[in-house]
């Protein structure tokens, strides 16, 4: 039945199908949304790994100094699109 599952030519015609439905002018614009999202998501997941990694601290071990906001950026040095991450246990303190 899918002998020979995926051959060169599927792909040739399904990227012919890509361009004749969303037209040469899109797809740029489509990949640069697309790589600025993985930005994100990569940026996002980096972020949750150094909260798990940081143990909870305790209201005994508070730190005497403030905590500093972190930001979620797109790109490194794209300040338009960064934005201030709320900090859940910053407002418990």
Sequence with gaps: MLRNGLEPWHLLVVAIVIIMLFGSKK????ARGLGKSMRILK???????EDVA?????????P???ATARTIQAAPGDATSARPVPESGAAAR
Excluded: N, R
């Excluded at 797809?27 to 489509?30: E, F, H, S, V």
């Excluded at 940081?54 to 508070?62: C, D, F, L, V």
């Design 27 to 30: 797809l740029p614009d489509a």
């Design 64 to 66: 005497a100094e403030e």
């Design 43 to 49: 940026s996002e997941v980096k972020a949750m790994k």
């Design 54 to 62: 940081t143990p909870a601290a305790g209201p005994e071990s508070a």
